[in-house]
């Protein structure tokens, strides 16, 4: 037996992945709830740049898949073991289906879970009208929070997650390379944290786009950038550096950039190997500077990311609904996905987003 709201349909439209390259739009089953879980009728779901490499140049696990994994929208049915208070409620989604049963699970790491499931990836995802979801790794909001920017919780949490290993203490100067979605978002959480950021990058418009919000930015391109960059410290070098592009060339700035004891939080995903120039690892030893690794975020009863995440969306000066640059309806995804692909620093974008429902 389920609960319902309103009667849904037994087909949905959903963007299916059927080859590297191969994404189209076809009409699908509407999956069946299962126990402990909901059905979500989804209205916004972000791309993120992970999904540009599955679709264009990955893959995903096998074909067909419905990519995505930044989504968020409205409760229509709960199956009959779940709490029909549930039933209309808005979420957004932690999207990894932990196994529960390895080291990292029985002690709620479950980012570091051995065998995981994961929406968008591993399963099917947000990109689609309808999508089943365990009550576990439901995320409720409340009706104030418009479904678009609660589809950004989850890189908000995968940068808040970032911003509380650097355990930032108030006054220390940071500075972010990187100026892609979550770059701006590990700024606006540091800024609660400290007043001295920088934000780094190549895209002069991004850059202009940070001013805009109140950062302070860097061209890295600018040949004496270095000297400027160093000149907002006092030539010490900054306390955190946030590497939020995954590149030989960035990830060298970010360490050469961090001064004595400094911490460098690394979160960008590399596309290939990487090489580090002798003198800037020589900085590491003789500075003492200490590298940590970010990976993904905390859902757990003692940490919960989403939590403070959501929590912010609602109480923050900081508007996240500004990051989202282009909104495009489900019907139009051969354009938003062409315009991801061709990203060039030319072109001025920072999330895209896909509406999905009525109300998204
Ligand atoms: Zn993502
Ligand atoms: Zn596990």
Request: glycine letters at 8%.
């Amino acid at each position: 037996m389920k609960k319902i709201i309103d009667e849904y349909p037994k087909e949905m439209r959903a963007l299916v992945l059927r080859d590297v390259g191969d994404l189209r739009l076809l009409t699908v089953p509407v999956p069946e709830l299962a126990k402990g879980s909901v059905l979500l009728q989804i209205q916004a779901c972000g791309i993120c740049s992970s999904d540009k490499e599955r679709v264009f140049v990955t893959g995903t696990y096998h074909f067909p898949t419905i990519p995505g994994h930044e989504f968020a929208g409205r409760i229509v049915a709960v199956a009959d073991d779940v709490d029909e208070a549930l039933l209309g409620r808005r979420a957004s989604v932690f999207p990894m289906l932990p196994c529960r049963e390895c080291d990292a699970c029985k002690t709620e790491q479950y980012a570091q879970c051995s065998n995981y499931n994961y929406f968008g990836s591993r399963c099917d995802g947000g990109f689609a009208e309808y999508l089943v979801v365990p009550v576990w790794n439901l995320v409720p909001f409340d009706d104030a929070l418009p479904y678009a920017t609660a589809a950004l919780c989850e890189p908000s949490a995968v940068s808040l997650h970032a911003v509380n290993i650097g355990n930032i203490k108030k006054g220390e100067k940071v500075a972010v390379v990187g100026t892609g979605t979550i770059g701006f978002l590990v700024a606006a959480f540091a800024k609660n944290l400290t007043d001295q950021i920088v934000i780094c990058g190549r895209s002069e418009n991004k850059l202009a786009y940070a001013k805009k919000l109140g950062f302070e930015a860097v061209n890295l391109t600018d040949e004496h950038c270095r000297e400027q960059i160093l000149s907002i410290t006092g030539g010490d070098g900054f306390d955190v550096v946030f590497e939020a592009v995954g590149s030989s060339a960035t990830i060298e700035r970010s360490v050469d950039l961090a001064g004595t004891f400094g911490r460098i939080v690394l979160l960008g995903n590399p596309k290939g190997d990487l090489a580090m120039d002798k003198n800037i690892y020589w900085s590491v030893l003789r500075k003492q500077k200490t590298l940590m690794g970010s990976w993904n975020s905390s859902f757990n009863s003692s940490a919960n990311d989403w939590a403070v995440v959501v929590d912010w969306m609602k109480n923050s000066d900081f508007d996240f609904g500004q990051l989202i640059t282009h909104r495009f309806s489900l019907d139009e995804y051969e354009k938003a996905f062409e315009l991801i692909r061709r990203e060039k620093n030319k072109e001025f974008l920072l999330k895209v987003m896909i509406e999905i429902g009525d109300e998204g």
